[in-house]
């Protein structure tokens, strides 16, 4: 026997890693799924139901924060628009979602 002959015989030999190769190339990527699941999107909804909770929750006389920063109590809310009062004589129209932050009631 020469060396082509041992090396062809080699090669025509069953390894025995199908199925066993697959699971090693795809392991991966469904280990890296569950990092983006857990860590990413699982949190983030979790906090878009949050605040869908706070803004539903949202009624007359609560103090807010808009998201550009204004602070003001809630003088009326009709459907998707909060009326806000942020000083004396000063209402703005703003729309729900742009509402941030809630404090709590005007007193």
């Known amino acids: ?21 697959l699971l090693s190339l ?3 990527f469904i280990i890296l799924l569950a990092v983006f699941y857990f860590f990413i999107i ?3 909804s979790k906090e878009k139901k949050k ?5 539903d929750s949202l009624k007359e ?3 807010i924060t808009t998201a550009g ?10 459907g998707d628009v909060v009326t ?3 000083s004396e004589g ?8 742009a509402v941030s932050r809630l404090h709590g009631e005007q007193q």
């Open 1 to 21: 026997m020469n060396l082509t002959e041992i090396l062809l015989a080699q090669q025509q030999q069953p390894t025995g890693g199908g199925a066993g190769g």
């Open 26 to 28: 795809i392991l991966p």
């Open 42 to 44: 699982l949190p983030q």
């Open 51 to 55: 605040r869908q909770k706070m803004l």
């Open 61 to 63: 006389g609560d103090t």
């Open 69 to 78: 920063g204004l602070i003001g109590v809630i003088k009326k809310i009709d």
């Open 84 to 86: 806000l009062k942020v």
């Open 90 to 97: 000063t209402t703005l129209r703003i729309e729900k979602w």
